[in-house]
């Protein structure tokens, strides 16, 4: 497509088109874009210098002449030309529009390949390097990926803290009400309403161990009303195990028998089991039901550790409340027969005499010893003795079932207050107890020793006094009569 420059005589104007035509092709060289035109034949009329470069070929893939078909052949077979693009420009030449998409040179190198129809059928393509315009467009994205997930985190980390802090509260509310239980009755009904409101989807039961150790005692739910009385200890695999058990239907798990025991309406989707730990040894059983549908069942993680957790303070509360119970009862008990002791007895006088006084009404008292107890020592000795003080406690826990309290003052004498009882009322307990005890048979070694008797005297407030040590006077000083009158009666 050269042109040939004219000479002109000195002075004479060159023709601006003529100097336009001669300045083409040296322009087309000097641009940064390779450029290729098509005739409407689809044969190459003109390429620039430029464009062995940007598209890093040799003299051979491309001259004026060459068809298009050819030079796109050429294109697929290096790589750099996808199948598709091939496809999608010829279908745009074919419709006469225009077209661009970019290749992948074997460098590494993206070359953008642009083509516009030219009046009379044929197209000017130009071919513009835009590496570094697609990697910075990558590293864009991958910027702003980066961001994003980043971002996600920060809110995942955030969401996280903000639910730790809250279970954090919760436990700390449950915690500080637990531990302000006086008695395991009360702190079961802590657990009843706070569990229905950490865990507001689920429904539980909490089952402690009975005296015996083969069985559980239902001692609180909520959210249900599947309490068992009692289930047995090989029920549960989490106390079969030794530690907390989770159920989940999707799993290979094993559904335990206390569970499997109730008709709950529903299939039970997913429910933990929590053994209760006090000072090493498993005194019950937390169990958690979660009833919800498989597409909900992504909470199970979350609710199932908090359960754990509620489960670890619930089972430290009742560790608490058993040592603090062991420790007053001992303070209280008398450790040979395990009936009260004198300072719990004369508490016991002090509020009952205060309550009698608000009421207007009166109240027994009982104090009797064993007969003859220092001559019963001394001929089978005191191991033998012990054995009839604990006979005679086991004696009575026989006989007062009706409210009566009970204790061991010291040595061989007792004491029995006879709540909203009148001092004829309290003869009748005295003598029945004098009855009771006389019809002992006291087991030791290899025989029975010999018969054990009492005596006993009898007061009564408001006539025998307004204070606990009067009131013992005045009692004792009955016994002493009924000892003087020849033991073995009620006075």
Known sequence: MGSQIRKTPVGTAVEPAAEASALG??????????????????????????????????????????????????????????????????AQIAAGLPYAFDRHLPSGRVVLTSGRPMRGGGYVVTFTDVTEARRAAKDLVRAKQEAETAERMARDVLSAERA?????????????????????????MIVTKFMARLLPGSKGELYIYSNSRDALDGLCNWNTRDLHSAIAADSCWALRRGRTYEYDAKELCFMCDHVEAHSHGVPVAEYICVPIMAHGDTVGLLHIRFEVADETAAHMADAGQFAIRCGEHISMAIANVKLRDELHDQSIRDPLTGMFNRRYFMETMRREIAAASRRGTEFGLISFDADHFKTFNDNHGHDAGDAVLRAIGERLRLILTSGEVACRIGGEEFAVLVPNASIEVTRNVAETLCLGVADMQVRYLDGHLPRVTISA?????????????????????????????????VR
């Open 164 to 188: 730790r802090r809250e279970e954090s509260r919760l436990l700390g509310q449950l915690d500080e009400w637990l531990q302000s239980a006086k008695s395991l009755d009360e702190l079961f």
């Open 25 to 90: 092709p040296e322009i087309m060289n000097m641009m940064e874009q390779g450029i290729l035109v098509w005739s409407a034949d689809a044969i190459c009329e003109f390429h620039n210098s430029r464009l062995f470069r940007v598209l890093e070929l040799g003299a051979r893939d491309i001259c004026v002449g060459m068809p298009r078909e050819q030079f796109r052949k050429r294109a697929i077979a290096r790589g750099e030309m996808a199948l598709e693009n091939a496809e999608y420009s010829a």
């Open 457 to 489: 005297g009898v007061a009564s407030y408001p006539q025998g006094g307004h204070q606990p040590q009067v009131l013992l006077k005045t009692a004792d000083e009955a016994l002493y009569r009924a000892k003087g009158a020849g033991r073995n009666c």
